[in-house]
């Protein structure tokens, strides 16, 4: 168990719906980050939080955003939903934002659009 | 260019022998990190081993060594007796920062090598 939640962990939807994916990182950790899992583009960076601020966005779609609230937990907002958009999204937290900080992951959001 | 390179798509090892996974990474920032992760079939990642760009020991973590050859620009995982538990997709993956250390964003990730045991 790395200590990092997620909910919830399948999501089935249909095609033009909107979700939103939550996470809770470790204990003492300020940086929150989103991956996007799927076959054919692998693991993909989406977007870096730290201590309630964006600090670095990756591939995210327009259609998608995110926010870390004061408690540090952090939301996943999918909208426009497409059949592409099926994947499984991972958060990770750190301590800070070192090289060095490991990166600790959560069990992963398995998000399904029909 | 790939920022991480894994060629063995797959690799099969028996149990309680060592297993190499290749990975090659390519970057100029004078400092980064290296990371390998787990993913078993049940899909969560799992932390595994960090290997610094100033660290000048190999990195371990019980079974899990860290080939790191600066260099060559590689970061080889090795598993030292593996076991049937072992059998998962393995990533590697790399964090680049400024000279002062600090990085925001993303850990880039190669495509990944799935090993699996043979009892």
């Known amino acids: 168990d790395s200590g990092v939640t997620q909910t919830p962990k399948h999501l089935i939807t249909a095609t033009g719906q909107r979700v939103t994916l939550r996470c809770s990182p470790r204990?003492?950790?300020?940086?929150v980050y989103w991956y996007q899992q799927s076959l054919d583009q692998g693991l993909q960076f989406l977007i870096q939080y730290y201590n309630g601020e964006e600090r670095a966005k990756g591939n995210i779609l327009e259609r998608f955003s995110a926010q870390q609230f004061p408690d540090l937990h952090s939301e996943l907002n999918l909208s426009s939903l497409e059949l592409g958009d099926s994947a499984l999204y991972f958060c990770a937290s750190s301590v800070a934002h070192r090289v060095t900080d490991t990166q600790y992951f959560g069990p992963g959001t398995r998000l399904t659009v029909l | 260019a790939q920022k991480i390179t894994q060629t063995q798509p797959g690799m099969f090892v028996q149990e309680k022998e060592a297993v190499t996974l290749d990975c090659t990474y390519d970057t100029s920032d004078p400092s980064y990190g290296l990371f390998w992760y787990k993913q078993p079939s049940s899909g969560e990642m799992i932390f595994l081993i960090y290997?610094?760009?100033?660290?000048?020991q190999n990195a371990t973590e019980g079974r899990y060594s860290l080939n790191f050859q600066k260099a060559r620009k590689s970061a080889n995982l090795v598993i030292s007796a593996s076991q049937l538990g072992d059998s998962a997709m393995y990533f590697c993956a790399m964090r680049e920062g400024n000279a002062g250390g600090t990085s925001y964003g993303k850990l880039t990730f190669g495509q990944g090598t799935i090993l699996t045991v043979h009892p």
């Open positions: 290997q610094g760009s100033y660290d000048q």
């Open positions: 204990s003492g950790d300020l940086s």
